[in-house]
């Protein structure tokens, strides 16, 4: 099921508006959470009420949010690298550039009827790498210090060396992804809550120094891949149930948000799976929250992403143990066609991005009328396994644990600034690649990707 790029005029203004430039944001390409309220426990929120933001988490927390609007932003800061010894590239070692990412959050809730909440939420998503455009020279004289076959000097990173490099040419993607969320909240009984969204999406994405991926024969056709900006629309949807228990004191939440199909970047129809289709994951999560006193609360979430069924994320990269036969297609094993399982095919090359599956945990400790104190911590294994780093190295989504803290302090009854703070913590990631030094298969590593990330946030909540 697609759907057509032209989703109403409105929507596709303000989604535009609002999307956010994001690098590799921690579990996968997502945030862990959404507003400083959540972001500072850990990014839980399918059983505790987030205020504004609470369409993000489960249409059915809006319950409790009554009306407010929350608007906030989060400075990000990803430091990131990789590294890649190769006879047929050369020898890299780069830090990707532009290191600090201003990312928006917005969303409000009306109180419609005493037992009927609406509501909505912008959110973002995306990754960001950028790499020059050179080798680092030392290491790559020592490497090739006997020559290699077809280059006179150090190549570049991505580049095919017969390519013309300009002054400051850099190579990476860029994806920026956008969720806006309307929903409703509906209070059956006491005990009960249902709550059911509509997601509108909106990506851009571009690709730039990736002109070797069709001399090398990845593509499924012979088309340079394009460097523009190319943009995609799409739809799907959310429910959520929310239980109260033991005198309100345990919530239990679950939320499902189905797979949003996107229609396909033209532009890119010769780099992502069935012909530049991208769509956004299917994900599902369960949550408890429990106030272990009247002003404390502990939350706990898991979340389950499910990156392997959207082709051109979860299919596998160049089969790496097959590189002496020619084999490079881990799709199409044993034919002679291979066009299927090039980059664009259907069964085409990704980034063999394995389902992911989130635990997050998070305290809130109302200290006084004024303040509030939180804690939480975010823990999800990376969905990239060892052998898929040469792809990888585009999207570096590497970190696993990450500590959050924050707090809140209430101007006035209706006016309440959040503020939360990320550590990621440095996770490096090493394999081989199919280019290992003089274009033999690797036993072991010759390449790694590293992340850690800081972020800084807060969250201007107003009730009505």
């Not at 980034?351 to 009328?369: A, C, L, M, P, R």
Request: glycine fraction near 12%; charged fraction near 15%.
């Amino acid at each position: 099921m697609k759907f057509s790029k032209r989703i109403s005029l409105l929507s596709t203004f303000i989604i535009s508006m609002t999307m956010p430039a994001i690098s590799n944001a921690t579990n996968g390409a997502w945030l862990i959470g959404f507003g400083a309220k959540s972001r500072a426990m850990g990014g839980t929120g399918v059983a505790y009420n987030m205020g504004g933001m609470a369409a993000a988490f489960n249409p059915a927390t809006m319950i409790d949010s009554g009306s407010r609007f929350d608007i906030g932003a989060e400075l990000f800061i990803p430091p990131r690298a990789a590294t890649h010894q190769s006879g047929i590239l050369g020898y890299t070692d780069e830090e990707s550039n532009e290191n600090l990412f201003l990312i928006p959050t917005m969303g409000g809730t009306w109180q419609w009827k005493e037992d009927i909440v609406l509501g909505f939420a912008f959110i973002g998503a995306g990754l960001k790498t950028e790499y020059n455009q050179t080798a680092n020279s030392d290491s790559c004289q020592r490497v090739n210090s006997g020559g290699v076959p077809g280059y006179t000097a150090c190549p570049p990173t991505f580049y095919d060396p017969n390519i013309t490099i300009t002054p400051g040419a850099e190579a990476g993607v860029q994806l920026m992804q956008a969720q806006f969320i309307p929903g409703i909240a509906w209070r059956v009984n006491k005990t009960h809550t249902l709550g059911a969204s509509v997601v509108l999406a909106g990506q851009y994405f571009r690709a730039e120094g990736l002109e070797a991926f069709a001399d090398l024969g990845f593509t499924s056709g012979t088309e340079t891949i394009s460097s523009d900006w190319d943009h995609s629309f799409g739809a799907g949807v959310r429910v959520g149930w929310l239980g109260k228990f033991d005198d309100d004191r345990l919530n239990v939440g679950v939320n499902y948000s189905s797979r949003v199909y996107m229609s396909e970047f033209e532009r890119y129809k010769n780099l992502f799976a069935e012909q530049g289709d991208f769509d956004i994951p299917e994900n599902y999560a369960i949550g408890l929250s429990y106030k272990v006193k009247p002003n404390i609360a502990v939350a706990f979430d898991i979340q389950r992403i499910n990156w392997s069924d959207v082709a051109s994320i979860g299919n596998p990269g160049p089969a790496v143990d097959q590189v002496l036969t020619g084999n490079f297609f881990p799709l199409c094993p044993g034919t002679t066609s291979k066009d299927p399982c090039k980059l664009g095919g259907d069964l085409g090359l990704g980034f063999g991005w394995q389902d992911q599956t989130v635990f997050k945990i998070g305290v809130d400790w109302i200290y006084s009328e004024k303040w509030s104190f939180r804690g939480g911590w975010n823990y999800g294994e990376s969905p990239i396994p060892d052998d898929q780093v040469l792809f990888n190295m585009l999207a570096p989504a590497t970190p696993e644990h990450h500590l959050t803290l924050g707090g809140g302090y209430n101007f006035t009854e209706n006016v309440v600034l959040d503020m939360n703070l990320m550590i990621a913590f440095l996770n490096t990631i090493k394999g081989p690649t199919a280019f290992g030094p003089g274009g033999a298969y690797v036993e072991g590593t010759n390449a790694s990707i590293a992340m850690g990330q800081y972020s800084l946030g807060g969250t201007l909540g107003i009730k009505f």
